[in-house]
């Protein structure tokens, strides 16, 4: 199993720019979570998904952003117009369906930055 | 209010020693699920080891192990036999079942550092 899959490892934009962060979940798994790391805020969870459609998105910042998952195999995360204040390391995580103790298992996430 | 709290903003150990990493956490739902991940300098963030609330048994996985403590709603990670690889940054997490909503919320984390 390949894993996570996220892409791309590193983005450098400037200010006002679109943002797409891609993500492949683990085939089979049927929750997909987005979170954003930083210094300041620590992991916190922007969105998501259980059979491809968003449960709880409370998390999202604000209306620049936004996720969709068009299929069980791949999410966007999308930022437009993009800030400094949005730089972070944006993972994409993913889990089965099912009780029990159901991991949490991570993408490597994407570094944005935003200049 | 937070749901997981974790007050060791960094932590030093010898190497071969035992430590002690605390998580305490927040929820009235009956049902849910503590985890601990590690985050070396690398940035993944990789599983450790999971307690249900239900588990009558602390649960442990090699070198480490948790002690859960349901009344004083604690979930700490013990690593045993520190080694240099174990430097990392170590977060707790609570998964919430009963609310139906499964969200993952993760603490501050502790970041550990194995000395030689």
């Known amino acids: 199993d390949a894993g996570v899959i996220q892409s791309p490892r590193h983005e450098v934009t400037e200010m006002g720019q679109e943002v797409t962060l891609r993500c492949k979940p683990i085939s089979g798994h049927d929750y997909l979570f987005w979170y954003r790391q930083t210094m300041m805020r620590g992991l916190e969870l922007l969105i998501y998904?259980?059979?491809?459609?968003?449960?709880?998105d409370s998390g999202m910042p604000e209306d620049r952003f936004s996720a969709k998952m068009p299929n069980a195999s791949f999410s966007t995360l999308k930022i437009q117009p993009s800030e400094p204040r949005d730089s972070a390391v944006y993972f994409c995580?993913?889990?089965?369906?099912?009780?029990?103790?159901?991991?949490?298992?991570f993408g490597a996430g994407s570094r944005l930055t935003v200049l | 209010a937070q749901k997981i709290t974790q007050t060791q903003p960094g932590m030093f150990v010898q190497e071969k020693e035992a430590v002690t990493l605390d998580c305490t956490y927040d929820?009235?739902?009956?049902?849910?699920?503590l985890f601990w991940y590690k985050q070396p300098s690398s940035g993944e963030m990789i599983f450790l080891i999971y307690?249900?609330?239900?588990?009558?048994q602390n649960a442990t996985e090699g070198r480490y192990s948790l002690n859960f403590q349901k009344a004083r709603k604690s979930a700490n990670l013990v690593i045993s036999a520190s080694q240099l690889g174990d430097s990392a940054m170590y977060f707790c997490a609570m998964r919430e079942d009963a609310s139906g909503t499964y969200k993952y919320i993760f603490g501050t984390g502790t970041r550990l550092k194995v000395l030689a």
């Open positions: 307690q249900g609330s239900y588990d009558q």
């Open positions: 995580a993913s889990r089965p369906e099912g009780a029990g103790a159901n991991v949490l298992t």
């Open positions: 998904f259980n059979n491809n459609v968003p449960i709880d």
């Open positions: 929820t009235s739902d009956p049902s849910y699920g």
